[in-house]
T-cell receptor
Framework: DAGVIQSPRHEVTEMGQEVTLRCKPI?????LFWYRQTMMRGLELLIY????????DSGMPEDRFSAKMPNASFSTLKIQPSEPRDSAVYFC???????????FGPGTRLTVT | DQQVKQNSPSLSVQEGRISILNCDYT??????FLWYKKYPAEGPTFLIS?????DKNEDGRFTVFLNKSAKHLSLHIVPSQPGDSAVYFC???????????FGSGTRLQVQP
């Protein structure tokens, strides 16, 4: 199995630009999670989906952030407009219906200048 | 308010000795606990987990102990190997919410 796939691995953009991060979960996993890792706040949940439906988006920092899961094999996290404080590593993870163990992708390192 | 705390940011042990990583939590609703290992430039990798109905779970060189009354868990690695050098995260979940709450991590360095 290929594992969770994220793209791009690195993204450098200027303040004010739109950024889209992509994730393909492991086949057969019905839960998908977006996390952000920063030095100040560590690993924190942004949003998670169950069967393509957003369940908990309480971690989404503000309206500039949005996430979608149009089908079971694809999700996006969009930041518009981006700001320097959004610089972080963004991880996507997925899990099966019967397990709480989550499997993480390699992350996308976002730098907003 | 940190619900999962790893108070030791780093730990150094000699190869072959035991590594003990600690984690405390404050939310009594947590009922499932996990340990993840993370190498630089990679995502966290699941290591071992334990349900709140148990007090110990073992998998090869890795053992997790849970003390519910103290709201404390620990990960024991015996024997430690240089390849175990990584950042270890403790995470917790409650039954009603599948998302994980992570600690801040402990960087383990195993000296050859």
């Amino acid at each position: 199995d290929a594992g969770v796939i994220q793209s791009p691995r690195h993204e450098v953009t200027e303040m004010g630009q739109e950024v889209t991060l992509r994730c393909k979960p492991i086949s057969g996993h019905n839960s998908l999670f977006w996390y952000r890792q920063t030095m100040m706040r560590g690993l924190e949940l942004l949003i998670y989906f169950n069967n393509n439906v957003p369940i908990d988006d309480s971690g989404m920092p503000e309206d500039r952030f949005s996430a979608k899961m149009p089908n079971a094999s694809f999700s996006t996290l969009k930041i518009q407009p981006s700001e320097p404080r959004d610089s972080a590593v963004y991880f996507c993870a997925s899990s099966t219906p019967t397990s709480l163990e989550q499997y993480f992708g390699p992350g996308t390192r976002l730098t907003v200048t | 308010d940190q619900q999962v705390k790893q108070n030791s940011p780093s730990l150094s042990v000699q190869e072959g000795r035991i590594s003990i990583l600690n984690c405390d939590y404050t939310n009594s609703m947590f009922d499932y606990f996990l340990w993840y290992k993370k190498y630089p430039a990679e995502g966290p990798t699941f290591l071992i987990s334990i349900s709140s109905i148990k007090d110990k779970n073992e998998d090869g060189r890795f053992t997790v102990f849970l003390n519910k009354s103290a709201k404390h868990l620990s990960l024991h690695i015996v024997p430690s190997q240089p390849g175990d050098s990584a950042v270890y995260f403790c995470a917790a979940s409650d039954a009603g919410r599948r998302a994980l709450t992570f600690g801040s991590g402990t960087r383990l360095q195993v000296q050859p």
